[in-house]
């Protein structure tokens, strides 16, 4: 029998640093995890980080999380999850070509979205009003609500019944860093930082012309005119003008032109379809359902499962912020009419 080769763990090290370029991070230079464990022989650091993603149970309710449209009834809209997916396979391609470390950017890209509430944006819009109008009264209390830090808590504190997934200091501060005034360190984070952009005004067009909200005819000609007529040629202009642009320079950034009209493209969808009539009929009552959740649990800990209940009553608003963020819309719509709604009589 022919014994077949096996790619260790210290192959695959030796691989990037034979491969890759000299500013790309290396997973045997990771500033490590909070608390240190034993070396896989096969995987490294970062693909280890990849894979706890991948298998929690944050990530799979993402298949279940709204992206732009509320419960659409198509197969083919974006969820959380493949929104998810999308930003993974762009960051990815964006990696390989300016030879930065593929398994770091995959990770970050994999783990970005967890901390994404019921409903989107609007759910996220919910919990925040409820936090900031509780920091007023008692400044304890986190002032407002953002994704990309709920994302971090889930990795670090939620995951695995509260010990975390113990990711590696360069995942963690991609997470961080994919949205908000935190740049990440580096430059595979910068590259999903990016990317989710790339990714969401495409694919919010596409959903937007398939639910009939807006036609390709309706989009602005000066964008298109620099990044193209359809989807797959506007994400080919960006991806390879960030791959062009970054390799001749220092960072990673899109030209001017490029950037302008992707930035013209993502103001005319917040114009005509993340607040247009049609796509955000339902935006109240998604909304609506999120603020009663949270104050009902928040009233009443005792209607939160045993797991998610706090350990001290300073952390009560907390557990209720983590439990109603994590639900997925279906659940929270079922919550809300187990809660709300007046069954029927069993007679």
């Not at 994404?116 to 986190?142: I, K, M, Y």
């Not at 963020?325 to 079922?334: E, H, L, P, S």
Request: negative net charge.
């Amino acid at each position: 029998m022919q014994h077949r080769a096996v790619i260790t763990r210290e192959l695959i090290e030796a691989e990037e640093h034979r491969r890759l370029s000299p500013a790309a991070a290396f997973a045997d230079r990771s500033a490590g995890r909070a608390r240190p464990i034993a070396l896989d022989p096969y995987r490294t650091e970062f693909q280890r980080d990849r894979d706890r993603i991948i298998h929690c149970k944050a990530f799979r309710r993402l298949s279940h999380k709204t992206q732009v449209f509320l419960a659409p009834e198509g197969d083919h809209y974006r969820t959380r999850l493949t929104h998810t997916l999308e930003v993974s396979q762009i960051s990815r391609s964006i990696a390989r070509a300016l030879g930065l470390n593929e398994d770091l950017t995959e990770a970050i890209a994999l783990g970005h979205d967890l901390g994404h509430t019921p409903f989107g944006h609007t759910g996220e819009s919910a919990l925040d009003q409820v936090l900031t109008e509780l920091h007023e009264l008692d400044p304890a209390v986190p002032a407002g609500y953002r994704h990309n830090e709920q994302s971090l808590r889930i990795v670090d504190h939620l995951e695995y019944g509260g010990k975390g997934l113990n990711l590696t200091h360069e995942v963690r501060d991609g997470i961080l860093g994919h949205s908000g005034s935190h740049m990440p360190e580096t430059l595979e984070g910068r590259i999903v930082r990016i990317a989710d952009r790339i990714a969401y005004v495409n694919h919010d067009i596409d959903d937007a012309v398939r639910a009939g909200v807006l036609s390709e005819a309706e989009l602005p000609r000066e964008p298109l005119a620099v990044l193209g007529a359809h989807h797959g040629a506007r994400i080919t202009t960006m991806v390879n003008d960030m791959i062009d642009t970054s390799a001749a320079s220092d960072d990673i950034r899109m030209s001017a032109r490029v950037w302008d009209a992707m930035m013209g493209l993502r103001e005319y969808l917040f114009q005509n379809v993340y607040f247009s009539e049609r796509a955000k009929a339902e935006e109240p009552k998604a909304h609506a359902v999120v603020v009663a959740l949270f104050r009902h649990y928040l009233g009443d800990l005792g209607e939160l499962p045993v797991a998610d209940q706090p350990s001290e009553p300073a952390m009560a608003v907390q557990a209720v912020v983590d439990y109603v963020a994590g639900m997925t819309d279906r659940f929270a719509i079922r919550e809300y009419e187990r809660i709300f709604v007046p069954q029927k009589w069993l007679l």
